[in-house]
């Protein structure tokens, strides 16, 4: 078996069900009911990648922190430059970056308008 140029790994079987589109945007967030910032990185109709303002909270050892954000963790957004609002979801991933956290979220029951205005959306990116 033949492996990649990275570490001999055969490369990773894309995951996502939907196709996704980097947009650029403001995001109004809260994950667990607590408010911060975020930019949207890319969205699918899936749901959303966006690098989070996520406050950092000591861990078990008082010389690192971390993130307050855990996989699982519900989460509600607005993105007025998408008109997309009260989107509902769950992290799925979290990871520090060099300017903010990382936050995945896989969006939950979506109302029918919502995945039309996301189409349109890369139907505008293409």
């Known amino acids: ?3 990649s140029a990275r570490g001999g790994k055969p490369p990773e079987k894309e995951r996502r069900r939907f196709p996704r589109t980097k947009v650029v945007a403001s995001v109004r967030v809260f994950i667990n009911d607590e ?6 990185v890319d969205i699918s109709i899936g749901g959303a990648l966006m690098v989070a303002e996520i406050d950092l909270v ?3 050892n008082e010389d690192t922190v971390t993130p307050r954000v855990e996989v699982g963790d519900p989460v509600s957004m607005d993105i007025p430059r998408l ?3 009260n989107l509902r979801g769950r992290v799925v991933r979290t990871n520090a970056s060099g300017i903010g956290h990382h936050v995945a ?3 939950e ?3 029918p308008a919502v ?3 996301i189409i ?3 139907a505008k990116a293409r």
């Open 120 to 122: 349109e959306r890369f």
């Open 83 to 85: 008109r997309l609002y």
């Open 35 to 40: 408010g911060c910032r975020a930019t949207l």
């Open 105 to 107: 979220v896989e969006f």
């Open 115 to 117: 995945p039309l205005r």
């Open 109 to 111: 029951k979506l109302e």
């Open 1 to 3: 078996m033949m492996g």
């Open 58 to 60: 000591p861990s078990g």
